[in-house]
Each structure stands twice: as structure tokens, then as C-alpha cells.
């Protein structure tokens, strides 16, 4: 790819890049399994830019389809964004409906066909004819270079209408539009970026949270320049995302320092991010500072916790160990939960917790130790104890212990999922009060 | 919801719904960060009808916007869902425009508000003003029951054109469109009913699968009722859709059965469930039938092996224990791997592998012992023993031992997924092979 004014040589200046649509190709996505997932990447790169998203959809492997809404959606957007579609099959239709859609009809780009025949070379093969479809160009569009597939991207820029075309499979889709974005699509969009923020605030349901910070972000809505908020809730854990679109990255970034500072006044600790980071990157970073060393024990979240922790890259210098204790006799032989303990308060108690914490800490050499005893369901579940019922306990050096009872909303999956969450928020709390 | 012939009194007979189409409304679900999956359920809701989802679209909460969408999508389609956009803000707009676009005033539904009034009434809350909006009905609307939120669904159908309105909080949607399904759209969808099977493989790459199997379901094409294939794949993991469209169900299951046998012989034991079932209920299975339990002794996977045992409901019956080891020294000291073993054959290893497993087997006092030992990345990787090397090893009764090395693409989180899946498949053969 060259630099801004590549696949455009004549003509007045060409009209501003602000909105775009997106048109996600593949009977597979209109399927009840499988969700479009690369307008994602699209449209954080757009939206980067200042580009602002009007509309995306799914449209099957179907000429007249594709051709229908494609003409819609240029005659609402600067940019219209086609993902997949661009392979060797007979399904493959984009290249076919751009073409006659736009009036440019297709020739053979002998570049693009020589490419792909020393890729095919490269690995000891034959360019199978199917190929060649590959290498056919709408008159006018430009190629935009792929390093991890056969097929280029395409880019027709008139510039009246312009008109993205990429390949779905997300690896080679990713690099292509990071080259692309910064090198064609920037100069094209004008002056405006977007700034963004993603708060994560955890120990708090959405409701509390939106109680407390709309107060605060509806000012937001008329200020100079203005910040606008959409708030996210999943378990255990409500993002607020701000942005700020402006031609001054200073003004912006000011704004969102200030917009964060009066949410921090209300949310307090609740906030753990202020960059979008999960839990176990947050837990990770504190850990690794303090020169902390962790071992878990879980009964109900059957591992989750210690499969986030070590989610993150080089967590192996803080993770010493984790103990899955799903049956009592495990928690006393891989523990040394006391049997005694589990007779008086049952296996899921503070006290079991605790000791379960305890093990894990002296078992795995480490400085802190989480014990998470509870019924993730369905079964299991008492009067006293419902289904949903999580005993959580931090344990540290100087006797230092934190212990604490959660009611979750019923669900095996949310029960877990939600437990490990509040166990690592847990960690998270205690190494900062511990550190005050 | 009455019968069959709710919200349509008069009239020709009614056009049979063999198309829809699905447009999810909310600003969110333009930003990068949220994606339209309700829409996935709505899917396979009518595809069980026989009715084909045609194209999908995403707009935000904009009244011109949508409005252009819902007329195209009208034009189309022979029913339009609506998802979402029914609250009671300003920024919920699906109302409005279902309203405008077809040419039917909106007027308050008397039975509606008094629904709303008392649903709050019986939490000791006046109904806020703002609510009122959610008991206005487009005129000739029917109102689809919400057991778990304020506003109804909605229901427009002139024997022509169809028009479903649907909240969008998934816990409101599900239950509703169930119904709604079972008892309005069902008697509007005609005979044809779709029949699927979900064939699960692991073990091998799509490539190959697609190799040995579209020779096969090539010729399922022209059948008489023919077999409609989708591939699709995610780490370690294949799945073929196998889909019938019918109006008499025993052939199709018939010719479904038949589909499943010819792929069995050419794919055979790598073919894990033919109901979509994962890896981790397959297992759970096959060690319940057998009175199995098992202990896992996890590295590199770092719990996401235990993790995905225990999402099973009532797993507590054979998962007995598991040890995440990510030190030298936890190896030691928790699952009793020699020292020697890992000086002289490296951590990530066979020998060391099989050594955790006992450890595990031991330990947790289980029949099967599972090891996982190898290198997530990015840092760990050497020339012999690259990132993405994972040493499994399944240790059983009898002495019986099962070790392998795999290589995967490099990836922290593909690595870790591919190895827990590939570990799950192990014990699922070994079990197999034992039973034999």
C-alpha cells in the first residue's frame, strides 16, 4: 500500500470519509452458530479515525442479496467496509457483486495472479485454476497487500463513494486493515479522532452504578468537547466506555483525565481499570509490583480462577500453584482442609474457605492464598445454602485475612463466572488495603 | 398468547412466513465492544419452523435509520423481527418506526398500562411517566406476553406482511419467543420443518475433514430431501451442520441418519457427538457410564482443562481433584515428580507428562490421572521445544499409560485452548480403547 492517495489520480477533492456501514459476507453467519466478529476489529479501527458506524449486517453467499443491500448501504455511507466473500469458491460472490454494482467490470490483474502463483510455488504446488478468480480486480480498484492469505484486499475510491473490500479470515484481515487504516484511510478521514476510555468497575450492579455516575456524565453531554457514555454489564462487571471525538487530542485527552477523576470521586475502588484491563491483568500488575507470589484453591469455580490468572502472558512469575478440591476428601488430602472443620460449618463456610486459602498458600509457597468454597448448582442447593451461595477468603502474610459470603444470582455458568470474578476483585482489594 | 389466528381476523389466507429477516436495535451494538447475539436465538428459532433467515442488520438507536432498514427488510421478507428498542427512553425508537413506516398510529393499550401499573405496584412503586410509552401499541398490534420485564412484545400481521417485535434483554426474549413460536408462528410457517445435526470432530485440521467428507456430502446435494453441510472450526475442533428441510419428518431423520453413517466411516472415531455436545460432557459421560473418576494435573492449560470438567452439571461425581502445577517446584511438591525427571528430560516433557498424571492419579484417588505439561508462550519457546509444545499424558488401571506430543500454532490463548481440548480427546480415546 502507498501512501494517501493511492487507487485515486483525478478528480476534485474527494469527499471526507465520517460515516461508514459494514457488510459482513457468509451464509455460515446467518446460521444460529456462529456470530459476525471481524466488524469488531472493523469498527474500532474506523471508529479510531473519526469514521462513525451507521448500520452493519449479515448477508448469505447470494448475489442478488448482497447486490441489494451493498447499493443500500452506499447510498447512505462515505465508506462501505465488505468482509469476506473474496475466496477461489463459487460462493465466493463480492468481487462479482461489487463489480456489477458499480459498473467496473472484472479483468484478470496479472500482478496479483503472478503472486499468488509463487505463493502456491513457494509450497511445492500448482496454482489450482479456481485460483485465478483470486487475482480478478474490479476496473480502478487498488489491491491492498495480504501477507497471510492468497487473496489482496480491494479499495475502490472514486472519490464520491469508497468502497473497502476484505478478506474474513481474522488473521489475515487484522495486519491488512492496520496497514490500511493508517496509511489510506487516515489522510481520507479528516482532522477528528475519537478518544476513548473504558472504566471496569467490579463489586457493584449495573443499576448502583448507573444511579451514581449518570448524575455525572449527563453534564458531560453538553461540555466542550462534549463526552458521551454507553455503559456494558457482564458478570461481575460493569464497563463505562467514554468518548470524545475532536480535532485537539490535548482538549480530548484533558476531558476524559477530568470525566475519570469525577467518576473515581463517586465509584471510589470499585473502579479496578481505567484502560479496559481485565481483572486478571490488574491482580497480575499488583502482584508482580509487590513482588507477590499467589496459590489457589477452588471447589465451585473448578478452576477458572487459576485459568485467568494464568491467562495472562508471563503470570508464571506470581502463579505458584492452584488446587481444584471438588469432593471434601480432596480438600482434606490436598489441603489439609481438618475433616472436623467441614463436619461443623459443611464444606461450603467461611471457615472452610479459609482453611482452603490457608492450604493453598503454605502448599504452594506463596504470600497469598484464595480459598472459594460454593454450589454452583443446579443441585446441591439448601434452604440455608441456595444455589448461588460462594464463600470466598484472601489470606496473607502477618495473619492477614479477608473473608466474605456472595449470593449469586442461580446459573452454574454465571455462578462461576461471577465467583471467580468476585474472588479476584477479593485479591485485588486486599493487596491495596494491605499497601495503604 | 392465543392461537393460531392471534392479530389477524380477516381477510384472503394468509402468506405462509418462508423468509425473515432480523434487525437488532442499539447504539451499543455499533461500538466495538458489543455484538449482536439474541439475533443467533431468534435464528434457530425459525429455522426449527423451516423459515430461512435471509440477512441480518445492526442499526443504532437513530429513527431515519432504522426506518430505511425496516422498509427494505419489509420489502424482502416475508416477516420482519425487530430486537430491542422497546424501553422506555427517548433512545428507544423501534416503536415509533414500526409505527410511522407502516402507516399505524400509535394509542395507548389500556390493558398494557394497567400490566405495567401494577408490575410496579407490587414492588411499592408509583409507574414512573416515562413508562407509559411502553403500553403504546401500533394499531392492529397484538401484544406478546413478557413474564420478565414491563414491555410487551409485539405482533403485526396482515396476512401479508409480519412484523415481531422482541426486547431485548435475553431473559425477556427467550422465554417470550419460545411461546410465541410454539403457539402464533408455527401454524404461519407451513409444513417444512428444518431437522439438524451437529456432528463434532477432533483430532484432525478442517482441511482434512473438508478432504474426506465433501466427496460425500457432495452427492447429498441432489438427494431427495437433499442435505444442506456447513463447516466450521475453532481450536481443536470441527463441526459439520447437517440440515434437512422437510415436510415429513421421518424421512428426514431417515436421511439423516443415513448422512451420519456414510461420514462415520470415513471419519470413525474422530467424530466425538453427533448432537453438539462438547468434549467436556462426552467425557463426563463415558467416565460416569463406566464408573470412572479423574484427577488432572494441569501447566501450561492453567486450569482451563479442570475448568471446562466441572461446566458440566453433576461432574462432582467423577471429577475428584485437580493440581495446576506452573512451577518446577509445584511439580514437586504437589504432584511428586521427581526432581531427576525434570533435570534430565526438561519440564515440558513425556516422562515428566506421565509423572503428573500420577501424581494426579494418586493424589486426587482416581482411576484415570491426566498431564499436561508444555509451553503457552510468548516467552518459553527453544529451538527444540518451540511454543505451542504440549506433552499429554492419560495414566489408567492396569498399568495403562497414553502419551503424546503435540505441536500447536503459537497464541498464549490458542495454545492453552488447543491443548485442553486435545487433552479432553485423549482420555475420551483412551477410554474407548480400553473399553474394546
Redesign the interface.
Known sequence: VGGAGVGRVTGPAPRQLATAEIIAVG???????????N???V??RL?ELGIQ????????D?QP?LA??FR?ALA?ADLVVLIGGLGPTADDVTRDVVAAVLGRPLAVDAEILQRIERRFAARGYRMPEINRKQAMVPRGAVPVPNAHGTAPGLWIDDGERAVLMLPGPPRELEPMLAAFARDVLAPRAGEARLHRR?LCIAGRPESHVDELAQPIYARWRDAAPPVAT?I?ASPGQI?L?LTVRSTDPAAAEARLARSIEELSEVLGPDIFSTDGRGLEEVVGELLRERGLRIA?A?SC???????R???V????AY?????????N??KV??LGVPEALIAEYGAVSEPVARAMAEGARA???AEIGVGVTGI????GGTPQKPVGTVAIAIVGPGAFVRVRTFTFPPG??MV?AQAAQAALDQVRRAILERAE
Open positions: 451464509s455460515e453467519m446467518l446460521t444460529p452458530f456462529k456470530v459476525d466478529t466488524s469488531l476489529l469498527t474500532s471508529n458506524v451507521l448500520a452493519k449486517a449479515v448477508v448469505g447470494d442479496s441489494a443491500l443500500q447512505r473504558v454507553t456494558l464497563e466506555h489457589v477452588e469455580t473448578g478452576g477458572l480462577i487459576a485459568s490468572l494464568t491467562d502472558p508471563g503470570s508464571s502463579m505458584q500453584a492452584a488446587v481444584v478440591a471438588y469432593s476428601q480432596a488430602d490436598l502448599r504452594g509457597v454452583a448448582g443446579p443441585a452454574r455458568a462461576k
